[in-house]
């Protein structure tokens, strides 16, 4: 079945690691993004990619890095600089037109 | 962006019709209307969304107003698995196809 895969579910890391968030797709959707959602809150975009090779940063990229070497993969690392990194993380993809977004099952990152 | 308003929750009885309202008096002529809802501690999940005419699918219709101020979610019949917070988006057909969240509305259903 076709779908966005995010790996790991939980995770925690020490306070100044940098961690590397897991996204992959098998839609062959050409677009992919990443949101970061806090308790009660909506998502907001951290960055995203149209086009493999290609992203543009969103409304929170600060302490963030992406990269897109495959049309199928998407990975987030949050470094040291994120200041409030803890919060649930949300990959999704999409065809590059008016469809509908599909959205991963998360990954709850903890920084302690 | 064009933004969206939506009441911050709302309360339905099971299997009785809900009708989820968002205004979005801003919007412009090539503005997608996008309907998501979202479990707890799950990603969204897509619902329905329509350009000007009405729309249904499996999960539920989709309303539009005439000048396209205003939309309704409409679920026909309410069940406890619907309880979630619905989220409706504004998405700029030539903008990146980005989705901008607000804050939704969270349906409680009472059995």
């Known amino acids: 079945d076709g779908g966005i895969t995010q790996s790991p579910k939980y995770l925690f890391r020490k306070e100044g690691q940098n961690v590397t968030l897991s996204c992959e797709q098998n839609?062959?959707?050409?677009?992919m993004y990443w949101y970061r959602q806090d308790p009660g809150q909506g998502l907001r975009l951290i960055y995203y990619s149209q086009i493999v090779n290609d992203f543009q940063k969103g409304d929170i990229a600060e302490g963030y890095s992406v990269s897109r070497e495959k049309k199928e993969s998407f990975p987030l690392t949050v470094t040291s600089a994120q200041k409030n990194p803890t919060a649930f993380y949300l990959c999704?993809?999409?065809?590059?037109?008016?469809?509908?977004?599909?959205f991963g099952s998360g990954t709850r990152l903890t920084v302690v | 962006d064009a933004k969206t308003t939506q009441p911050n929750s709302m309360e339905s009885n099971e299997e009785e019709p809900v009708h989820l309202p968002c205004n979005h008096s801003?919007?412009?002529?090539?503005?997608?209307i996008h309907w998501y809802r979202q479990l707890p501690s799950q990603g969204p999940e897509y619902v329905i969304h329509?350009?000007?005419s009405n729309v249904n699918n499996r999960m539920a219709s989709l309303a539009i107003a005439e000048d396209r101020k205003s939309s309704t979610l409409i679920l026909h019949r309410a069940t406890l698995r619907d309880a979630a917070v619905y989220y409706c988006i504004l998405r700029a057909y030539n903008a990146g196809n980005m989705l901008t969240f607000g804050g939704g509305t969270r349906l409680m259903v009472k059995p």
């Open positions: 999704a993809s999409s065809i590059t037109a008016t469809g509908g977004y599909t």
């Open positions: 839609l062959n959707h050409d677009a």
């Open positions: 329509g350009l000007t």
């Open positions: 801003t919007i412009s002529g090539t503005d997608y």
